[in-house]
């Protein structure tokens, strides 16, 4: 993933939450139509409109050859003119379409932006799908002119399946909480199912909220928020060319007001934005390409965050660890091999101890007395799989670092080799 | 693979090169046997004795948790003792073993020095196969008493057959160049045939010459013959717990003599092995896992290798490249964004040309003018796949790279799920 992310704030638990369906932030219009884009007859696009008076933060790959939506949603972020609408594609990713892609995007944009009485510079355009295809600029249109016309409080369900590609759930997270009698609500949407790490299908998501904040505290909010959720589950960097999240506050009268980082309610909204993220996060992992099983990685007692990932890229990535794991095979020598592949000077067979669950494989020098091969195939087993290396430091500030991954079927290979055609 | 490397020179050809088949190295006499280490019934053990007058050289893997055989090979190099022996054990590869492997290649080196006169120190150890297991020790003596009965001039075949894991072909190269009359012979047999990047499995190579040379001049030349091949295939660092290449030079009176650095001979000898090294690295590559199809990938105009390596990486390593080159799927896409994910501040759309064979795919900032479905297709269709990127750089002095990788298939996953099972 690698989003970008800048701040670090500790963490504070959200005083009430009452799990009830929401099923609208007021102000905020959704609308959904099948321009046909796929091959599929589905819908294909999507668009969300919102008052000017709302907070916009967003963060996007750092792909250097970002996609023309991504470049265009980003110039249009830095505008005076307040954002008021998103559009969203899916099918074709608007990526490698050079001076042509951007020209399509200033187009649609510029034509939705009739439609609806605002500027081009007021629209956020977001794409995904194939990269290197050109969009078909007619389907477009006739979709946007559908789109105007129902625009109203369709379901974010619906909204959330408009923008899937390989995925096999569409993936939405509401909730609300209630502080000092005011209700704080968030809705999340986001579309994401590639094999988390090495390579991750483009990952979009949308975060709407009724809360009145400011950009530059909801700017520290969404970093830290991406930094706790989406850059989790990638480990070595990757990032498609169109990867983006996006965060939008639009309050009204009733509305929590988040005044300054010493607020209570900064706090809480901080959580609650980390808790939607984590969870929409969660469920793009839970739904990699051709996936049976869950990994998480759990790394203790090493001081620097750059070497934790450093190991996990090693191990979530490693082919041979992925395999095994769809096998329900404990090879456990593959992550033991891994973790030394990493190459760095302070792993010695002697400092670690590696568990799969809560079975000790490796005990610091050897083999845990406790393993045999039948307990490891009962772990292997599970569908979901906990690797714990655990780092003798006597640094007690040395944290602990998770990772997502999943294993690698040979449904990911025919998912892959199949998706255009 | 990442085997170390410290040297650069420049290459000269051999002058004069025969291709009949060469028999044996002068005073290197080889022995395989089944010791049962296998659950297949086939030879399993490779027994390489050699005068104690030879020349020898090697690099080892740098995987933090190297094997217990590399962790005593590399200690036995440094003794005063001349080495005169290497055992080679595949199916157990004696890695994540703790004090106990250690404890298992002081046994059995010892137990074959008694058997050959020489000392324990004199034996270089190397294993291959699965992590996380101890030695059959009884199975390793009961085979050692058969290696020492058969030596004797058996072949290189064989001896490249024995050492074999996942490889679904044996490794073995051979040449022979005369020189001023004077016949100049190399042999190398490799094993390896995992996936290239990013996980390679245990790369082993050794490779003889009846060259007359010292061991600083001859580690030059492995040094360099190493990171001209086999650091080649391999684009991110990744090693195997037990990777090994070992060079070794028996000479005898008729023996071509190396006297130094500027002495012609020295690059020849120096072509020569790099010309094998190369030849065994392609075999790897040839024989990956599953693998249907070759990939080579060239960058040029890029004026850091490291630069060049992280692409590599990227493109190389990328589970959605690997697969549309299987399906034969012209996803031109998923390349030119594994390229941007590489994050380097140099990379923009306006200053490379991407192409697939000869087929311009990108053109310094759009989609290659000729470029057709119809004609991707036709490219990706076949066998071997070169895709070549370059950075339109006005400085003459940057350099082309070559790397090489393989294409992702179900039976690379069928394979590596099942290698214990």
Known sequence: MALEKNTNIVMEKSNQALNYEIKKIDGVKLATTCAGL?????????????????????????????????????????????????????????????????EDVIFYTSYLAKKINCDAEQILPFSTGVIMEYLPIKKMVSGINCLVKELSYTSWDNASKAIMTTDTKNKVVKKRVIIDGIELKIIGIAKGSGMIAPNMATMLSFVFTN?????????????????????????????????????????????????????????????????????????IVDDGEGATKLLKLIISGVENKKHCKIIASKICNSLLVKTALNASDPNIGRIYSALGSSELSFIKKDNFILKVNDLVIWDKGKIGSSYSEKKGQYEFKKKNIVIKISFINKDSSADTYEFYSCDLSKEYVEINSNYRT
Chains 1, 2 share one sequence.
């Not at 668009?47 to 110039?75: D, H, R, Y």
């Not at 700017?219 to 991406?226: A, F, K, L, R, Y």
């Open 211 to 283: 809360a009145l904040i400011s950009k530059k505290l909801q700017n520290i909010i969404i970093n830290d928020s991406v930094n706790k959720s989406f850059n989790n589950i990638s480990v070595d960097g990757d990032t498609s060319t169109n990867d983006s999240y996006v965060l939008i506050s639009t309050p009204s009268d009733k509305s929590l007001q988040i005044k300054n980082k010493d607020d209570k309610n900064f706090h809480i909204f901080r959580q609650l934005v980390i808790d939607i993220s984590k969870k929409l996060a969660r469920k």
């Open 38 to 102: 796929k091959k599929k007859k589905r819908d294909d696009l999507l668009l969300i409109f919102f008052p000017k008076n709302s907070t916009v933060s967003a963060v996007f790959t750092k792909n250097k050859l970002a996609a023309a939506p991504v470049l265009i949603a980003k110039k249009n972020l830095l505008s005076k003119k307040k954002s008021c609408a998103i559009i969203v594609n899916s099918s074709i990713a608007n990526a490698g379409t050079g001076k042509k892609g951007l």
